[in-house]
């Protein structure tokens, strides 16, 4: 289980920081995003996905140019880990030509071939299928490859999760099947609608390899990520990653049905209690270890960590149409 580590920290500049920049940036180009959705700009349905900066961000950085990201309704956070522009994805957010995919692919199912992003599917468990075939063909075309297919605790309900296993282990093909674990699939909690599923030993009984991330420590991520994508290219088989992830953004709704209030889990849309101008000047949602952004001040001053927002918000801020 990789955790986070309470190692010396360091006063650095923003080029010393690891792969901090890359989760402060992720999570300040998604609390503007934000905004603009509360002020109206989009129309579409946008999955934001506070809280899970540091999978997004590891995954990316360890990523080689023959590798292919394949994902799910949740994808913002890789997209912009990849590098997409947080004008093009504004733009595309609006349906706007200029936007990342010329405004014809929105939100759920925005992909990016040009940054490695080869398929995403708003229909849960449909990137499954898609990415196993993208997979294999790494192996018929010999590329060195590896298809990196990132799904839900939600849509590893399908049958295509486990037809997938059982394809990727029988043909020996090398490829992540990550699962995002918010324990939310939508409005219901996995002890409200199944039994819990052990995916260490379900990948154990299919022949696969498993990991567990937790802890939301980015580098110490990168690091598990790397090794595990170099023993699968070896072992020539697949590894499911299960990543347990907070998405942040949750918030009380009070009406006539709920006058003492109800807990909501953020699914989609706006995250109401989450504004850029209220979160303190390095931009942490959560103070605990839920939060990315909250693990990085583990490893490195504050004040460091402030400039570098400060630095990155700047950028954004020049970009925005
Ligand atoms: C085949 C299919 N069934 C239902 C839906 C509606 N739906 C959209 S997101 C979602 C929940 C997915 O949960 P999970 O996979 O855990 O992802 P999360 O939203 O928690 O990141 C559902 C049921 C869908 N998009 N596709
Ligand atoms: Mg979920």
Redesign the pocket.
């Known amino acids: 289980m990789i955790s986070g580590s309470a190692a010396a920290k360091q006063d650095v500049g923003l080029n010393d920081l690891g792969l901090a920049p890359d989760v402060l940036r992720v999570r300040l180009a998604q609390c503007i995003i934000n905004d603009r959705n509360r002020a109206g700009d989009f129309k579409i349905p946008i999955?934001l996905?506070f809280g899970?900066e540091a999978l997004a961000v590891a995954i990316s950085s360890i990523m080689t140019e023959v590798d292919q990201l394949v994902l799910?309704?949740?994808n913002i956070h890789y997209n912009l880990a990849r590098g997409a522009s947080l004008r093009a994805v504004i733009d595309e957010f609006a349906l706007r030509a200029d936007g990342l995919a010329g405004g014809s692919l929105g939100s759920?199912n925005l992909f990016n071939p040009d940054a490695g992003i080869a398929y995403t599917s708003?229909?849960?468990?449909?990137n499954l299928n898609v990415g196993t075939g993208i997979a294999y063909a790494n192996v018929v075309k010999q590329t060195g490859g590896m298809a990196i297919i990132v799904?839900?605790?939600?849509?590893?309900?399908?049958g295509a999760f486990h037809e997938c296993l059982v394809f990727l282990c029988a043909q020996n093909v090398p490829a992540f099947v990550v699962v995002?674990?918010?324990?939310?699939?939508?409005a219901t909690r996995i002890d409200e609608r199944r039994a819990p599923i052990d995916l260490a030993a379900l990948a154990r009984g299919y022949g696969a390899s498993y990991a567990r991330l937790s802890g939301n420590n980015v580098q110490s991520y990168a690091e598990t990520l790397s090794g595990l994508r170099t023993a699968a290219l070896t072992e020539r088989r697949p590894v499911v990653v299960e990543a347990l992830?907070s998405?942040l953004g949750d918030w009380i709704l009070t009406n006539d049905d709920n006058p003492a209030g109800k807990y909501i889990n953020y699914?989609?849309g706006i995250a109401p209690k989450i504004q850029l101008a209220e979160l303190p000047a390095w931009p942490v949602i959560r103070q605990s270890d839920d939060d990315p952004v909250h693990v990085l001040a583990q490893r490195f001053e504050r004040n460091s960590l402030e400039a570098a927002a400060r630095d990155i918000l700047a950028g954004l801020m020049r970009e925005l149409p």
């Open positions: 999955h996905a899970h799910p309704h949740r759920m708003s229909i849960l468990g449909n799904t839900g605790d939600g849509a590893m309900e399908e995002e674990n918010n324990e939310w699939s939508m992830v998405t699914h989609a």
